[in-house]
Nanobody
Framework: QVQLVESGGGLVQAGGSLRLSCAAS????????MAWFRQAPGKEREFVAA????????YIADSVKGRFTISRDNAKNTVYLQMNSLKPEDTAIYYC?????????????????WGQGTQVTVSS
């Protein structure tokens, strides 16, 4: 089992920045691929970004490419989502997800473990 706890959400003006963190505990988090998803009110959950267990590759959704960056620090069992140039349409609950590393990795999922989410609100 892996427990995931997100933090760093909040209210920010358009054009601003936030950095989300996802702290993993339980089994060795470095053995897991990690990802961020988001869900806005009335919309389906959307893939945002993913990173391989060793950080060798990252995957970013087109909707946030050039503005968001995913990274990880396995020594701290933490994954980050740096969000710059935020827009009102980025407003959503952001979820961290984990999938045990194996032979194949599909960045958009499925994932085995999920955090409780952190709210990001971007005002215009």
């Amino acid at each position: 089992q892996v427990q995931l706890v997100e933090s760093g959400g909040g209210l920010v003006q358009a054009g601003g920045s936030l950095r989300l963190s996802c702290a993993a505990s339980g089994r060795t988090a470095s053995n897991y691929h990690m990802a961020w998803f988001r869900q806005a009110p009335g919309k389906e959950r959307e893939f945002v970004a993913a990173i391989r267990w060793n950080g060798a590759s990252t995957y970013i959704a087109d909707s946030v490419k050039g503005r968001f960056t995913i990274s990880r620090d396995n020594a701290k069992n933490t994954v980050y989502l740096q969000m710059n140039s935020l827009k009102p349409e980025d407003t959503a609950i952001y979820y961290c997800a984990a999938k045990q590393a194996g032979l194949a990795f599909i960045p958009r999922g499925p994932y085995d473990y999920w955090g409780q989410g952190t709210q990001v609100t971007v005002s215009s």
